[in-house]
């Protein structure tokens, strides 16, 4: 059975919703998790694809999520645990809109094209779909290696959702860009990976601060965020921490 969680409502009063497609813990055991990240947003906008595409597909069908419906993907980063169900994707779907940062790999891209799709390279806070943002490719480095990568916004009647997939070049510094965007919304949600596996107590103690102080009024930190910070972030946000698993479907509408 899918887990419903209902928190807000968008600004044209209509409905919008995310489904956790693609992570290390679910509802029940029929889903198929690991180590990777990937949800779904108003049932056509797919953001990151985790590290199997024969278990996303599986998750698909068990959220009764039909692949024809999809037109639109957001690739993160180039990260294997981001990318790697892409491919079973676009084997099984032609032309679809793949968003990705400038500076990915030009054998990614090449790849995209030769499956029949369109790599497209995101401008900075383009809009994507009505409400829906992408930052743009915000340069980092992982490992000494030069990551781009980009998050995604949804603005709603409660105010915004950010949804990052490993915020390699620091969950802050995207809440921060956002912000100076969007310097009349307020921050909602912040969702995704914060990449904050390794790090101590008193840092990541320090990130929550700053988290308070930026009012953000919600977390769900997920993946890469590290059962430490989950901790942490439950225990200073109490009610306003989300956990989510794999399998379960926000709703954002009035309640």
């Known amino acids: 059975m899918i887990s419903t969680i209902t928190i ?7 409905n919008m919703n995310i489904k956790l497609l693609f992570d290390s813990t679910a509802i029940n055991h029929k ?5 990777g990240f990937s949800c779904l947003i108003n049932n056509h906008i797919l953001f990151d694809t985790g590290a199997n595409g024969e278990a996303l597909l ?4 068990l959220m009764s999520i039909d692949l024809s419906d999809i037109d639109k993907i957001i690739i993160s980063h180039e990260h294997y645990d981001h990318t790697g169900g892409l491919w079973k994707i676009l084997e099984n779907k032609k032309n679809l809109d793949i968003y990705i940062c400038p500076n990915f790999n030009q054998v990614f891209k090449n790849k995209i094209k030769k499956l029949g799709s369109n ?3 995101s401008q900075p806070f383009q809009e ?14 992982y490992k000494g290696n030069f990551t781009p990568e980009q998050s ?5 009647h409660k105010g915004l959702i950010i949804i990052t997939g490993c915020a390699h070049p620091g969950i802050i510094t995207i809440i921060n860009k956002v912000k100076e965007k969007f310097p009349h ?19 990541i103690e320090t ?8 009012k953000v009024q919600k977390v769900a930190p997920l993946h890469c965020s590290g059962e430490l910070a989950k901790e942490l972030f439950k225990q200073n946000y109490g009610n306003n921490f989300i956990q989510l698993r794999v399998g379960d479907y926000m709703c954002l509408n009035s309640s």
């Open 58 to 61: 599986n998750n698909f069908h």
């Open 185 to 203: 919304d307020n921050v909602y949600l912040v969702l995704g990976g914060f990449h904050l596996t390794g790090k101590s107590k008193k840092e």
């Open 128 to 141: 994507i779909d009505k409400n829906i943002f992408t930052t743009g490719e915000i340069k980092s480095f």
């Open 119 to 121: 790599p497209i390279d």
């Open 31 to 35: 889903f198929k998790t690991g180590w």
């Open 152 to 156: 995604l916004v949804l603005k709603t």
């Open 207 to 214: 990130i929550i601060k700053k988290f308070k102080s930026l």
């Open 8 to 14: 807000a409502k968008d600004n044209r009063g209509s």
